[in-house]
């Protein structure tokens, strides 16, 4: 069974009409889900999400940062009311919608050991007492948290653009949580973090892994960066539970970041942490959504990633309908698998794809070296 959160309610976690975080996405996603069958087989129950409780949210966050996003005042003590984060009407409310998508997600994990799918979260820039990067409550570390009452080692993959600042934070110092992160470098992307050197510390030393990449990295350095990477860190560390974090905005298209992934690489990603889990973690794994900034791939990225995860190949077409919608409700045309991605300098350039490639070469060493320094079990797969 997989379980999906949903519910139209979603659309009020909304910073303004000037916002790159456009609300419509989760509902364009939704509708695009419904209307290619996703959720006529019986495999798939719709679950409309509880909100977070203050007691639950305060398993990460301030009881000062709690009052402050309460206030709806803006304070810039607290990342709210400035740049990325603006407040709004009813945005404590909203956030705990997210935030209580993903802790019932955890909990039914634990209960079943089942697969869920929150898209709406993901929001992992969070801090426990700020609000971060358009994110308010950290919905992916709550959920951890949910998981770990019953689960002993959890572990965490973000493939968003952005380094999943929030999340490492939070479990830094927990060696039961191993949370890895693969994004375009922070020398060149918001927040500035995720180098190879963050490793975590004390005795979480070794459980914090960062992934950057240098930016025009497409498919074929994201398949080499996670496999030379992520299986042997699933080897070392034998999860019993996958948090993913399936943020959208790695895309060739999004106006955010400087990645080239195709929807097909990112299809690829989310097939293989579904492999792993599989393999690893008896089949368990939370879902989430995260960043993504184009509309035209936002909700065809997480509607290949339900198709995914229900075992099915990813459909090469739009319904009609849904089109028709798309058109109304944005305008202009999505993509749509297959996708064969940008025609651009970067296919065209071969010293700046020779540049990348070497770049890409000299981290994965870097942090290869270092992780067979922390873990005798983690074993290179040279690829
Ligand atoms: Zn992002």
């Known amino acids: 069974m997989i379980y999906l959160y949903y519910s139209d309610r979603f659309s009020e976690y909304n910073f303004g009409p000037h916002h790159p975080l456009r609300p419509v996405r989760l509902a364009l996603a939704y509708r695009l889900m419904e209307d290619y069958g996703l959720l006529d087989e019986g495999d798939v129950q719709v679950v409309e999400p509880p909100l977070a409780s203050e007691l639950e949210l305060l398993s990460v966050h301030t009881p000062e940062y709690l009052e402050a996003v309460r206030s709806e005042m803006p304070n810039i003590l607290f990342g709210l009311g400035i740049g990325d984060n603006p407040v709004f009407e009813g945005i404590y409310d909203a956030s705990r919608l997210v935030a209580g998508g993903s802790i019932d997600a955890a909990r039914r994990i634990a209960e079943e050991g089942c697969v869920a799918f929150n898209f709406a979260g993901g929001l992992h820039h969070a801090m426990p007492d700020r609000a971060s990067g358009f994110c308010i409550f950290n919905d992916p570390a709550l959920a951890i948290r949910t998981l770990r009452r019953k689960f002993g080692r959890v572990l965490y993959i973000d493939i968003d653009a952005h380094h999943g600042d929030g999340v490492q934070k939070v479990f830094y110092d927990d060696p039961r949580v191993l949370t890895v992160s693969i994004h ?47 299986p042997p860190l699933f080897e070392a560390f034998r999860p019993e539970v996958v948090v993913s974090q399936l943020g959208a905005d790695a895309h060739y298209a999004d106006p955010l970041a400087d990645l080239n992934l195709t929807l097909s690489g990112y299809g690829r990603l989310v097939s293989r942490i579904g492999e792993l889990k599989d393999q690893y973690a008896e089949g368990r794994l939370l879902a989430l959504g995260g960043g993504g900034y184009n509309l035209g791939v936002v909700p065809v990225s997480w509607a290949a990633a339900l198709q995914i995860m229900k075992g099915e190949e990813v459909r090469e077409y739009l319904p009609p309908f849904w089109a028709e919608l798309f058109k109304n409700e944005v305008g202009g045309s999505p993509l749509c698998p297959p996708d064969r991605g940008p025609v651009n300098e970067v296919q065209e350039d071969g010293g700046r794809r020779r540049r990348i490639s070497e770049d890409l070469d000299r981290t994965l060493g870097d942090l290869r070296a270092r992780l067979a320094e922390v873990h005798p079990r983690f074993r290179i797969i040279d690829r």
Do not use: K, M, Q
Request: proline share 9%; charged share 25%.
């Open 184 to 230: 375009e470098s922070g020398r060149h992307l918001f927040p500035g973090t995720g180098f190879v050197d963050e490793l975590g510390e004390e005795t979480g030393f070794g459980y914090s892994v960062n992934i950057p990449l240098p930016p025009g990295s497409g498919d074929r350095e994201y398949e080499r960066a996670f496999e030379a990477i992520v």
